[in-house]
């Protein structure tokens, strides 16, 4: 059973290139989350999906776009990279609220802009 | 909107003492509180968590916390670390039925010395 498998692990980009982050479950989880961490700032989500077909903004969206065209994948988009988008991206899934309430977390993809 | 205030960026701690991690949260809506530990280059794991009933919590690893409502903290505790226990821990709140989508804190780094 992997969990929460994202992909690539490492990845540099120069200023002005676009990319696409995968992430995957296999717990048939609903809920799906992008979060970015930074040093010092803890993570804060990104987007996230409660479905497939359907994605909602959550706290630093910008810069970014997410598509759940499956329900097991989670896609994360940078069209115009830049370097205050340097930072180690973590997605999750969660089923919905309910008494096991608990994301679980892929290991994270730790991007570079330069 | 919900906050997370870890008070202290770094706990130095010598190997069989006990520690105390310090969390605070704010929200106006009730909670589920949540606290993560981030081993080096690795992911989020899930050390315990509180949705409702004993306000004390037990989770792996040999860590509790306690929730307290008229202080609005949720403190992690461990009576004796473990050099293995040095890690990154985080805090986090997520609102009840607000699908899952968690706050965190900025972090505390755990460094358990010989």
């Known amino acids: 059973n992997a969990g929460v498998t994202q992909t690539p692990k490492f990845r540099v980009l120069k200023t002005g290139q676009s990319m696409t982050l995968l992430c995957a479950q296999d717990?048939?989880?609903?809920?799906m989350y992008w979060y970015r961490q930074d040093p010092g700032m803890g993570l804060r989500l990104i987007h996230y999906?409660?479905?497939?077909?359907?994605?909602a903004k959550g706290e630093v969206p910008d810069g970014y776009n997410v598509s759940r065209l499956k329900k097991q994948n989670f896609l994360l988009g940078l069209e115009s990279a830049a370097p205050s988008q340097t930072s180690v991206y973590f997605c999750?899934?969660?089923?919905?609220?309910?008494?096991?309430?608990?994301?679980?977390f892929g290991q994270g993809t730790r991007l570079t802009v330069v | 909107a919900q906050s997370v205030t870890q008070l202290d960026s770094q706990v130095p701690v010598f190997e069989e003492a006990p520690v105390e991690l310090r969390c605070n949260y704010s929200?106006?809506?009730?909670?589920?509180l949540f606290w993560y530990v981030q081993y080096p280059n690795q992911g989020l794991q899930l050390l315990l968590k509180?949705?409702?009933?004993?306000?004390l919590v037990k989770g792996i690893n040999g860590f509790e916390a306690e929730f307290n409502k008229s202080q609005t903290s949720f403190h992690l505790r461990k009576p004796s670390v473990h050099i293995s226990d040095t890690a990154e821990y985080f805090c986090?709140?997520?609102?009840?039925?607000?699908?899952?989508?968690?706050?965190f804190g900025t972090g505390t780094q755990l460094k358990v010395e010989l």
């Open positions: 999750a899934s969660s089923r919905q609220t309910g008494v096991n309430t608990e994301a679980f």
């Open positions: 717990m048939n989880h609903e809920y």
């Open positions: 999906s409660v479905g497939e077909g359907t994605t």
């Open positions: 929200s106006s809506v009730s909670v589920y």
């Open positions: 509180y949705l409702s009933g004993s306000t």
């Open positions: 986090a709140v997520s609102r009840t039925g607000g699908g899952n989508k968690l706050t």
